[in-house]
Every structure is written in C-alpha cells, then in structure tokens.
C-alpha cells in the first residue's frame, strides 16, 4: 500500500538511481535538469530555484519498504483551477506492480480537495508507450482540442501528449469509475 508525503532533500538519491539509462532521463525529465547522469544535489537545487518562481509541491510515494515513486504538482494559475503532474517517476525495481498507477491515484485524490481545481495535465512522450499506457488507465485522456509540443533529446525530434484529467466535481464514487 503506497502513501504520499511531501519530498525531502535526502529523497533525491533514491529517486536519481531510479532512473536506469539516458533515455529514461530524458523521458522523465525533458530535458529539464540538465545532463545525464543527474547528481542527486543536481535535482534538490533546480527544486530550490523552481521556489522562487512557481508554486509546486513534490511528493514522495512510500510503502512499508521505503521511497517508491515521485512526482511534481505544479500550480498553472492564479485561480488554481488547473494544475500539472511532472517528474513522474517509479523505483525502477517496483514498476510492472501497479505502483504508478496507484500514485498517481493518491495524488489525484489529494488535488481534488482542493476545490477549486478542476483539472489535473501532464505530458507524456510519445516514445515511452508504458507511461502513456499507466496515465490513460487511470482516466487521463487527451487534451481536447489536442496538444503536442516536440523537443529535440538525444539527437532526435520526440512527440510529446498533453494528457488531462478533469476532476470537476469529483465524488470518491466517480474516482473510482474513472481510474479502474
């Protein structure tokens, strides 16, 4: 059984070895943190610069055995209506397990307390099918009218999804319905 917490500073070790090639960095991150390999103190300070210009809180997924999953809620206005997952990441010895899904869970039922929210985006690129996969089986779709951007990673043009989740409303009998 996962639960959440707010990320800690000594989280970023377990969360910098999860991630298992280059590949996987950039799916992850974007680009975003820089180079690979990332230094876990690399990953605490883009944490400490993003303070200073955007509300966001990183949450660690726990179970009875330590850190298992990470994840990045950003504020994308004023309102507070719509927010973002990012940095969605598993133990890379944990995935295949369900644990992405159920994180992702926990944490679209703690934003939907938040009542004026009423929709939850991420991006997912198009050459990672396991992640896409993960975030449609929990009820995200995509964004209508579509949105895709393209970033150049490792030397080639890679298509990324925008995916949403309207949480509008949102009953514990329709969160159920809509992430099984």
Avoid at 52 to 61: D, I, L, N
Avoid at 163 to 175: A, G, R, V, W
Wanted: charged share 25%.
């Amino acid at each position: 059984m996962l639960r959440l917490r707010p990320y800690q500073n000594s989280d970023a070790k377990n969360v910098t070895n999860w991630i298992q090639n280059e590949k996987s960095f950039y799916q992850w991150s974007a680009g975003r943190l820089g180079a690979y390999p990332m230094a876990p103190e690399n990953l605490n300070a883009y944490y400490d610069s993003l303070k200073e210009r955007e509300p966001f809180q990183a949450m660690t997924a726990f179970d009875e055995t330590g850190p298992a999953g990470h994840l990045l809620i950003r504020v994308l206005d004023e309102e507070k209506t719509a927010l973002r997952f990012g940095f969605i990441i598993v133990d890379s010895a944990k995935r295949g397990k369900g644990y992405g899904k159920e994180m992702l869970r926990l944490a679209l039922r703690a934003v939907s307390a938040m009542r004026t929210v009423q929709k939850v985006t991420l991006g997912v690129f198009e050459n990672n099918p396991f992640a896409y996969h993960c975030y449609r089986t929990v009820g995200f779709c995509e964004a209508d009218p579509p949105k895709t951007e393209w970033y150049h990673l490792m030397g080639e043009d890679w298509k990324c999804i925008d995916l949403e989740y309207n949480i509008t409303n949102l009953s514990d009998e329709n969160f159920v319905q809509n992430c099984l």
